[in-house]
């Protein structure tokens, strides 16, 4: 592999880990603050909401600079609030540090993504994206069931130290490993925001924002789902986050070829064809024990098989601005991670139970769907007037 893929795959593994572990250790940052369980998924939304504001920004104040060093810096500033993290003493001063853990979040990823399909072969771009992607799907096959069993077993702030651990190795392999890229675009940040007058580019975050927040929807509950639903003890809820995890990073690559074969949209369209089949199916099953950690295998597939496709279409919609509408993305990733978490949250706190999670997420989902239906037809309108005006 690449070692300046590698590097971006060592952040993406850190970056996974912070973001994930703490829906496995949900119960546990809860009872550690004396707060419910619905009130803990706010640091999710916090995270998330420190993703939206930092990716725009940060991306914005280093447009100028060359992207290894932008990266650099990205890394640094996640390692240190993460690290923090582990000494949070309340509700209050985690969800501050929550909140600017999630700054650098989009932003690297969001430049990493276009780094990745620069240093790729031509034609194997979205192999490159898979390879910078697959830190955050291992991070939750291996890294988020460790950080879960230590944050049951002895403290919920070692998870967070070992975030900072994986921090440190990024900066190393970004400062080592990563050449000198300049950034794409010699404009100033505020020109570079006209690319958004296009419908078609909003239409893509939305889908972003609403389609992937059906995973998130489930994702953020997994634990309880796992042993208040299934009836499994706790110690469970580790071998479903590497069940989860493995699928992650076998659809992260499935997706990858899917959009190799096909287009991005239709790639996206029948990944979230197949989440709504699997989250309405999955409230009929989590009861049973062994069916509801088969599905926990098969919802991690579909839903990772959505991320690279879903990062090249906007990248290719972006033309001019990539590595802001790329940031942008990741942005929308986790309003979706916030707004999952939120909705699903509200009929569970209404009383209605853990399975109602998958049903609002499969609703997400849908929406997602219809969004991409949208954005065929546009493409079609735009075809014809490009065919109609190459004849006339």
Not at 52 to 80: D, E, Q, Y
Not at 262 to 273: D, E
Request: aromatic share 12%; charged share 10%; hydrophobic share 55%.
């Amino acid at each position: 592999m690449n070692k300046a893929l590698l590097s971006l795959a060592i952040g993406g593994f850190g970056i996974g880990l912070t973001e994930f572990v703490i829906m496995g250790i949900l119960p546990d940052v809860a009872n550690a603050f004396s707060i419910s369980i619905p009130d803990a998924g706010h640091f999710i939304s916090a995270y998330a909401l420190g993703v939206v504001i930092g990716a725009p920004i940060l991306t914005g104040l280093g447009s100028k600079w060359p992207a290894n060093k932008v990266l650099l810096i990205l890394m640094l500033w996640f390692t240190v609030f993460n690290t923090l993290s582990a000494f949070a003493t309340g509700y209050n001063s985690f969800m501050i540090l929550r909140f600017l853990s999630g700054l650098p979040h989009g932003a690297f990823f969001g430049i990493g993504a276009v780094v990745a399909g620069k240093l790729s072969k031509e034609g194997k771009e979205a192999q490159g994206i898979a390879i910078m992607f697959s830190g955050l799907t291992v991070a939750n096959l291996l890294g988020v069931p460790l950080g879960t069993y230590l944050g049951k077993n002895f403290s919920w702030s070692i998870s967070f130290l070992m975030v900072g651990f994986v921090g440190v190795l990024a900066v190393l392999g970004v400062k080592f490993w990563m050449p000198k890229i300049k950034q794409s675009n010699n404009t100033n940040f505020l020109s570079e925001f006209k690319v958004f007058k296009r419908l078609e580019l909003w239409l893509i975050i939305l889908l972003t924002t609403i389609g992937t927040g059906g995973f998130f929807a489930w994702y953020s509950y997994i634990a309880p789902l796992i042993t208040d639903v299934a009836g499994h003890p706790e110690s469970v809820v580790s071998y479903a986050m590497i069940l989860a995890g493995l699928g992650m990073v076998i659809g992260n690559f499935l997706g990858a070829k899917l959009t190799e074969k096909f287009s991005p949209l239709n790639t996206v369209t029948i990944v979230l064809c197949m989440m709504v089949l699997c989250l309405s199916l999955n409230t009929f099953l989590a009861s049973d024990k062994v069916l509801v950690l088969v599905m926990t295998f098969i919802i991690g597939i579909v839903s990772f098989s959505i991320s690279t496709p879903i990062q090249m279409l906007i990248i290719k919609s972006a033309k001019g601005s990539e590595t802001l509408g790329s940031s942008l993305n990741q942005s929308a990733f986790n309003v979706g991670n916030a707004s999952g978490a939120y909705f699903a949250g509200l009929p569970i706190a209404m009383g209605y139970g853990y399975t109602a999670a998958d049903w609002v997420g499969a609703a997400m989902a849908g929406c997602g769907i219809f969004i991409a239906l949208i954005l065929f037809t546009l493409k079609n309108r735009q075809a014809k007037k490009v065919k109609k005006h190459s004849f006339s």
